[in-house]
């Protein structure tokens, strides 16, 4: 059952926003009242902020469970969204975690990050929840303006203004196409509601002779097109993945690991909405694979999960900088989770939650183990991590099963993921069109294949290459800490998944219909 509220009805379902929103205020106060600034503190007062959020949502657990549309339909509040809201809270407390003990932001005036920082957890909130095209664009714009300004962050670094300049660059002419193609749905239907637009499409682009219906059936597609540009855009789907490279390689790390699996998480999110509501008439994941304006709608995902995934492992083979080849990494987990997408069911949404909650972990570590390792060496490159099994085994041994991890090899929390997405596609095997479920499910396999060829290599440098000096790696307390809860995390999860797959089922349910 779905509720509309209006404004102030919704107040009391907006908490959590409402707690980010203040604690976002509070953080940019502190740093025009405060000088001088404790970096821990504010670590402190940033990590407090998101447990009071985290508090409120879980205060909605006490209320009824349905599904409601609030501010008049602008925004959801359903399990689904309460998932995805977890998923971010978790990605920004543990990359505080991380930038409190990193040497990257030298500014003693460290509170502007986590207030930037937090502004990107509240757009991806509104990611997840939007049923508006103009809530969905303003979500967007919300999670990458500030993006923009972390990625420069660090004062007088080259490479961080050429990353910060760039990420401009593609994500304005992103944002512009997104727009553009907005405007041309909402000039077709005279809706930019998600949840009726389904309905009101399906009917305009029904099949007919006239001439000037083909027109439209076309404008539709178009439109339809520019707007996936602005979500391919978020999750680095090819074409839209030219940005990441660089900006990963510039960035401050502790930013980009949070880059790697929180917006590209809010993509996903804001995906499924928009595919499984607007793209399917209202009717969820089967109404998806009935396709609209005679498009096969999961089809053309599953050429884009293809494409990305191949490019993305292909362009990693070669890279010797690890910010760069986990980058490219990045790109082809996101064609992996474009499989569950391109599914059209149930089990395919809940196979993206699964991946991308595993997703966080292995990749926060992964990004966690390259910052300890630049800062024992002052660099990122493949061969600084020559011989680190006999300069520091911890972290030789970590970084090896977040690799491994990657790959998706079991016993691993990674394989588990994996396995989820390959079940969602192959269960269309004995349906209609279930030969190119079968060769997206070969070609995913073989690009695994191909992805540990790169993993290997610095799995290769770790444990047998000779160390090149008498250089001593020593990461902090709290990064070593951090390093063996997330492989313990890998492990128990690769072989006692019930409660992600619980969790996920549990939280299947979202608003498709008005």
């Known amino acids: 059952m779905t509720i509309t509220q209006f404004n102030i009805a919704s107040a009391s379902w907006f908490r959590p926003e409402l707690a980010l929103t203040a604690g976002i205020l509070l953080l940019f106060l502190l740093d025009v009242l405060v000088r001088k600034q404790s970096r821990y503190r504010v670590a402190v007062l940033t990590v407090a902020a998101l447990a009071c959020v985290g508090v409120a949502a879980a205060l909605l657990a006490f209320q009824p469970v349905e599904s409601r549309a609030m501010f008049n339909g602008m925004i959801a509040s359903d399990p689904f969204a309460t998932f995805w809201k977890w998923l971010f809270l978790g990605a920004a407390a543990l990359t505080v975690l991380i930038a409190a003990r990193s040497d990257e932001f030298p500014s003693p005036r460290i509170g502007v990050f986590y207030a930037l920082l937090l502004s990107v957890v509240l757009g991806m909130f509104l990611m997840a929840t939007s049923l508006d095209l103009l809530m969905l664009y303003l979500a967007i714009e919300m999670v990458s303006l500030p993006s923009y300004a972390i990625a420069g962050y660090k004062p007088g670094d080259r490479r961080a203004a050429e990353a910060s300049l760039k990420y401009v660059i593609y994500g304005g002419v992103a944002s512009g196409i997104m727009l553009f193609g907005l405007s041309y749905i909402y000039g077709l ?44 855009y978020k999750i680095a789907a090819v074409p839209w993945h030219m940005w990441c490279p660089d900006v990963y390689e510039g960035a401050p790390t502790p930013f980009v690991a949070f880059l790697s699996v929180g917006p590209k998480a809010a993509g996903f999110a804001l995906a499924v909405r928009v595919f499984y509501s607007f793209l399917a008439s209202g009717g969820g994941p089967e109404g998806f694979a009935r396709g609209l304006a005679d498009v096969p709608w999961p089809a053309v995902v599953g050429v884009l999960s293809a494409v990305t995934m191949t490019l993305g492992n292909l362009s990693a083979l070669h890279q010797n900088n690890l910010k760069r080849l986990l980058a490219y990494s990045s790109i082809s987990h996101a064609g992996y989770a474009l499989m569950g997408l391109a599914a059209a069911s149930q089990l395919g949404v809940q196979s993206v939650m699964i991946y991308m909650l595993v997703y966080l972990v292995m990749n926060l570590g992964a990004f966690l183990a390259v910052i300890a390792i630049a800062q024992a060496t002052g660099s990122e490159t493949i061969a600084d991590c020559n011989g680190l099994s006999r300069r520091h085994p911890l972290l030789a041994v970590t970084f090896a099963v977040f690799l491994f991890s990657l790959t998706g090899l079991p016993p691993l929390a990674g394989f588990v993921g994996k396995w989820y997405l390959f079940v969602a596609v192959l269960s269309h095997y004995a349906g ?10 070969v070609i995913a396999a073989l690009n695994t294949a191909i992805s540990l060829y790169y993993y290997v290599r610095i799995i290769r440098a770790m444990f047998i290459e000779a160390p090149a000096g008498e250089l001593v790696v020593r990461p902090r307390v709290s990064y070593q800490i951090m390093l063996g809860t997330f492989s313990a995390a890998l492990l128990l999860f690769g072989v006692w998944w019930n409660p992600l797959i619980e969790w996920t089922q549990a939280s299947l349910t979202f608003l498709t219909r008005g």
């Open 189 to 232: 239907v005279g809706s930019t509601n998600l949840t009726a637009l389904g309905v009101r499409l399906e009917s305009l682009a029904a099949p007919a002779s006239a001439g000037g219906q083909l027109g439209l059936r076309v404008a539709l597609m178009v439109a339809v097109i520019f707007v996936l540009c602005g979500i391919g």
């Open 432 to 441: 209609d069109g279930g030969a190119w479920y079968v060769t997206l499910a």
